[in-house]
Structures are given as structure tokens and as C-alpha cells.
């Protein structure tokens, strides 16, 4: 099945949707494309987001314009397709704050003067590539780190990094320190050899005489050649106490360092636990978003190679539809973008404009991927008539190239159009609603060039020739009889339509029962007959309330719509002009949405269908039941009159 209560997973934020639905509730998957009719709240949005999220099925791609406007980037007059483009412009800032945020490149550069990559290679493969900026995060352990930075608290990394290239496996520090003051004798001796000649005879010093002073410290400075320290040089020049404490740590140190990966990112936390603790923290987030840009790089790269593949079609469509010329259509394959410059600002451009644009991009890149099935929310919607038309066009010209849409659409024009000229290639289907429980109804099909969703098509169920009245008021003037049957100026009947009169719709509502799920067709007749009653019911009551007033009820008789009719009882401004119910006001009565509508559109034989395609059993029961009670109490007075 493409979607079925049955196969819904249990424990998901669609719990709701699951508890409504009937258990019979599923859309078959049956190679062919279907329109999914549902008035609005009824749940069409939820289960297209229930499929988008769980159904995991690699054939499926789909459209939602919230979504599809996040691949655009508007610039003035340009247009930027790239999947995703907005998110991914997004994460790109997020990861250059996060980056800034470790600045590992600096402080490389700060603590060891690392400023190019054979510097920061000569360290290490690590060092190398958290210069690159490529840093994936640590190898060593807290633990491991914890250990060297307590250890080496009070010494530069730099330094120790240092040390540990001199030292040796063990250190004397006594004969340590005799060798560095025999080194700072062997570099004073060669200062003094610069200023003394051989006529020199006496020690400068003790001014012992009769000595070679020259000759004397050659031979001295050959003895001392040797004998030097590195390690204690390079404590002292840092001034770090040559203690055997220290000596003894930085020995240990040495052979934690021996683990070169711990080494060099104890060189990038800069011997700072809470550097390290924040860089882990930073590089967790950074992965995160470095691997879902990449996922949606590689989403746009797909987008924009399935757009290529036509891209004659889209430069063709997008300057016929938007009267631009071709070469405003360009497509970049370094970018992986397309860019279209329009003939005005992109902020002046309409939803629906909009939405045309988001169809057309996705409607190519389906035809240029792999996917098979299309799943559409309500493409049509915030469209004018023109454009509605052309969405048409196009998602019945992509089925010609033997790829499978589904449509969830409120539009019965979308379901007409679509039907009238294709009706071989698509399946109908009706969402419905009956005491909480949501239902779907296969609609039966008609032959091409023939609405689907007309009143004609109760005709074969209609026993009373209800269907057939309507279609004749629907193209009659206002002044002839049938209109008078679907009012009540006063009780009417016609030989022209000799199985009812108006008060069968009255006598209809004074005993209704609720409706209760039948077929498709029986439930749709059921309420256009009920709508269609309750509105006679509702002038039948009004003019109970005016009959002993002559002047009103004179009014009232002489005005043809049930909107100028309440008006008579009832005006604009809230007030009243008879006695009414307590309940009772303009406000509450107008309010339904049986009521929005009241005429049920002359001259145009699908309005009274429409209407009540858009509203549920359920809600016309509920709706039925609430205007009864706003006259309730009243009615025993008024038939006392």
C-alpha cells in the first residue's frame, strides 16, 4: 500500500492522525496516479507529511512549496535554484563560527609559529590537517589528556614539545648541571679569546703572570667543547627552575609523549584540559553539520543534474511562462545552480507566481531522476484560474512519460480539469468524515471531456428529481416558479417536479437524523439535499418569527436570496427588528459554514456539489443540529401566535 492505517507505526507524532482513521483507511499503490479530493482539516496534509517521513521508499520524491521556497535565493531581479540552498548557506555560516570559535589554525601559529603546511607537517599528519582546518576531532582519551596538563601545568607545551626532542631515556641532573656551567664557560672563554693576543702573559682574572693567556684558552676551550646541555639551556632561556622535580616530570612527560597522536593533540589544546573539553565540543557540532551539508550538497547535485537533462524544456517553459527570454535561463555547471533573471524584482512576484516556479523545477527534476512516483500537497494553491490551468497541464504531460503522481488537493476544479481531458490516467478518491472517523471513497470516473464533480452525477440516486431542480434553477431567471422551491415565501409545490414541495425540506429538518457514511455518490446527495433544506428550514422559522408583523413579513416575501431574506429579522449592525430567541443572532447564524454560502450560486450547476464536498458529515451533522437550537425555544410561542 502506498499509505494504509494499518501499516502507520504506533509511538510517532502522527499518533493523532492514526486514532482518527478508519481501519479500512488506505491508499492503494496500484501503478496508476490518483487525485486525493479532502476539504481542508480533514488530514490530507498530515498523511502527506506521514509519507514524506516514514514510508522510506526510494521511488517517492515530493512537493510542498514551504519546503521548495527554500531552494531559492533571491537576489533583485535573480533567482538561485539549488536544493536546499537556504539550510546549506546556513550551515556553512555555522561551521565558519565554529571554526572561529576553536581557532586551532591561530593558535597553532601562536604557540609554535606553525604558518605553513611543511611546518605543521614536520609535527605530524594531525598537526598537518588541524592546519588545514580539517581537524576531526581528538584520538586520545580525557583521561589520557587530564593526566599531561595536570602534569605539565606550569610549563609551555612549547617547551616541553621541545625538551622531549633532546632528551635522552635518562637524565643526570648533577652532570646536567656541570655540563651547562662548563657550556656558559666555554661561551665566556670564546668571548674572551676575541679580545686577548699573544704578546698577552698574565691572567686576566688573577693576574698570574708568565703564562700564555692566548694559548691557555684553547686548549681550554678544546676541553670544554663538549660538555653542554641542551636541556638546561632551554629551561633557562625559559626560566623554568632546573629543579629534579622538574627534571623528574618532564622525563615522565616524555614517555606519556611517546604516544605521538597524544603529543600532537596536546599541541592543538594547548596543554588545556578546558581548551580540549571545548574544541570536543565544538567538533561534535561541527560533524554534525559538516555531514548534513554534505548529505544536502550531494541532494543539490542531484537536483541540478536532473534539471540538465532538461534543460531545453525548462528554459523553453520558464520564458513562456514568465515572458523572458531564454538565455535568462542559465545553467551553471561549476555551481550546480540554476539562475534565472527575471524582468522585475523577485519580491514583486505573487505566491502563486511563486508556486508555479517551485511546480515547474520540481516537475523537471522528477522527470530527470530516477523516482517514479510524485507526491503533491495542493499544487495549486494561492493559484489564479490561468495558472491553476497550467499546473494542470503540466502534471497530466508528466504522466505521459510514465511517472506516477498523487495529488492531495481541496480543488474541484483541479479534479475537473483533470478529469475532463485524462481521465484514463488517474484514479479519484474522496476523504471524508463521520463521528471521528476519517474514511476514503473511491469517486467513480467519467468519460473524458465530462466533469466529475458535477450535480448530474446524482442524478441515477436522486428519487425525488431534487438534482434535476436544481440544475433547471440553476439556469433559470429569478422570477420563475422553481426558485419558489427552494425557498419559503410561503408553502409551495410544482407540477413541474410533482415528488416534493418546500415543506419536504422543512418536515426534513424537523425530524432530522444524523447522516451516517454511505457511498460516495449517497453521502454527497445526502448533503447537497440537506444543505439545500436547511437553508428552506432556516426562511421557513425567520417567517414563522415575521407572520404578525404584515409590514415585515411583506418585506420578506418580496426578497429573493435567503441572505436578503435574513436581513429582514436580522440586521448588519446586531440588532433585531422582531422578537427572536435568546440564542438566536446574526452573528451565530452567519457563522456556520452551511450558512457562507447562501445562495448556492445561480448559473453555476457545481457550486451546491462544491459546497458540500467541502464539509463533512460529521460537521453538517453538528452544523444541522446547532441552528436548531438557536430557535429551539422559541418555536413554542411563535406557533402559539
Not at 527554500?70 to 531581479?77: A, E, G, R, V
Not at 561534535?284 to 542531484?302: G, T
Not at 504522466?399 to 481531458?421: W, Y
Request: proline letters at 2%; aromatic letters at 10%.
Amino acid at each position: 500500500m502506498m499509505f494504509s492505517k494499518n501499516s502507520m507505526l504506533d509511538g510517532t507524532k502522527y499518533d493523532f492522525l492514526k486514532g482518527k482513521l478508519d481501519d479500512n483507511f488506505e491508499i492503494p499503490d496500484n501503478n496508476r496516479s490518483k487525485v486525493i479530493f479532502g476539504y481542508n482539516g480533514v488530514g490530507k496534509t498530515s498523511i502527506y507529511r506521514y509519507i514524506r517521513d516514514f514510508k522510506g521508499d526510494d521511488r517517492i520524491t515530493f512537493l510542498d512549496y514551504v519546503d521548495e521556497r527554500n531552494d531559492f535565493i533571491k537576489k533583485k531581479k535573480k533567482l538561485q535554484v539549488s536544493a536546499d540552498v537556504n539550510r546549506i548557506n546556513t550551515l556553512n555560516e555555522e561551521i565558519d563560527n565554529l571554526m572561529g570559535l576553536m581557532s586551532i589554525k591561530n593558535q597553532l601559529k601562536v604557540d609554535y609559529s606553525i604558518s605553513s603546511i611543511t611546518k605543521a607537517t614536520s609535527y605530524g599528519n594531525i598537526i598537518k590537517e588541524a592546519y588545514k582546518d580539517n581537524f576531526n576531532g581528538f584520538v586520545s582519551t580525557r583521561q589520557q589528556m587530564a593526566e599531561i596538563c595536570s602534569l605539565m601545568t606550569d610549563i609551555p607545551v612549547k617547551v616541553m614539545i621541545e625538551c622531549s626532542d633532546i632528551l635522552g631515556e635518562t637524565v643526570d641532573l648533577p652532570l646536567e648541571l656541570e655540563d651547562y656551567k662548563f657550556s656558559k664557560l666555554f661561551q665566556a672563554l670564546t668571548v674572551l679569546d676575541e679580545v686577548v693576543t699573544d704578546e698577552d702573559n698574565s691572567c686576566p682574572v688573577c693576574e698570574t703572570a708568565g703564562i700564555n693567556i692566548k694559548d691557555k684558552i684553547a686548549h681550554k676551550k678544546i676541553e670544554l667543547n663538549e660538555r653542554k646541555s641542551e636541556l638546561i639551556e632551554v629551561l633557562k632561556k625559559n626560566s623554568i627552575e632546573t629543579t629534579e622535580e622538574n627534571i623528574d616530570r618532564i622525563l615522565y612527560a616524555k614517555t606519556l609523549l611517546s604516544d605521538d597522536a597524544l603529543k600532537q593533540e596536546w599541541m592543538i589544546c594547548s596543554g588545556d584540559l578546558s581548551r580540549f573539553d571545548s574544541i570536543s565540543e565544538s567538533i561534535s557540532s561541527l560533524l554534525e553539520k559538516r555531514l548534513e551539508r554534505d548529505s544536502l550538497l550531494e541532494v543539490a547535485e542531484n537536483l541540478y543534474n536532473s534539471l540538465k537533462v532538461n534543460e531545453f524544456k525548462i528554459k523553453n517553459d520558464v520564458s513562456r511562462y514568465f515572458s523572458i527570454a531564454t538565455n535568462k535561463v542559465v545553467f551553471s555547471d561549476e555551481k550546480k545552480t540554476l539562475t534565472i533573471t527575471l524582468p522585475r524584482e523577485v519580491i514583486t512576484y505573487s505566491t502563486g507566481e511563486m508556486n508555479l516556479l517551485s511546480f515547474l523545477i520540481r516537475i523537471y527534476e522528477f522527470l530527470g531522476s530516477e523516482k517514479n512516483i510524485l507526491i503533491l500537497d495542493d499544487p495549486v494553491s494561492s493559484l489564479d484560474i490561468i495558472n491553476h490551468y497550467k499546473i494542470v497541464y503540466e502534471i497530466v504531460r508528466a504522466t505521459n512519460n510514465g511517472k506516477i503522481i498523487i495529488i492531495l488537493t481541496h480543488s474541484i476544479e483541479m479534479i475537473n480539469a483533470i478529469n475532463s481531458q485524462y481521465s484514463r490516467d488517474f484514479d479519484f478518491y474522496y476523504i471524508d468524515e463521520d463521528n471521528s472517523n476519517i474514511f476514503i471513497q473511491e469517486i467513480p470516473r467519467r468519460d473524458n471531456g465530462k466533469n466529475i464533480l458535477t450535480l448530474d452525477i446524482m442524478s441515477s440516486i436522486d428519487e425525488i428529481d431534487l438534482i434535476q431542480a436544481l440544475i433547471e434553477k440553476e439556469n433559470q431567471p429569478f422570477n420563475d416558479d422553481v426558485h419558489k422551491l427552494f425557498h419559503f415565501d410561503d408553502t409551495f409545490s410544482s407540477e413541474r417536479y410533482p415528488n416534493f414541495d418546500n415543506n419536504y425540506f422543512v418536515e426534513l429538518i424537523n425530524s432530522f437524523t444524523s447522516l451516517s457514511n454511505e457511498s460516495f455518490l449517497r453521502n454527497s446527495y445526502n448533503k447537497v439535499l440537506h444543505i439545500v433544506a436547511l437553508r428552506v428550514w432556516v426562511e421557513y422559522k425567520i417567517r414563522r418569527i415575521l407572520e404578525t408583523n404584515e409590514e415585515l413579513l411583506s418585506q420578506f416575501v418580496e426578497k429573493p436570496t435567503l441572505a436578503s431574506k435574513i436581513s429582514v429579522l436580522l440586521n448588519r449592525d446586531g440588532t433585531a427588528t422582531a422578537d427572536i430567541p435568546g440564542g438566536l443572532n446574526r452573528e451565530k447564524l452567519m457563522c456556520k459554514k452551511v450558512m457562507l454560502n447562501q445562495g448556492i450560486h445561480y448559473q453555476s450547476q457545481v457550486m451546491p456539489f462544491a459546497y458540500a464536498l467541502n464539509i463533512s458529515i460529521q460537521e453538517l451533522n453538528d452544523e444541522i443540529n446547532s441552528i436548531k437550537v438557536l430557535f429551539d425555544w422559541r418555536m413554542e410561542i411563535v406557533w402559539a401566535k
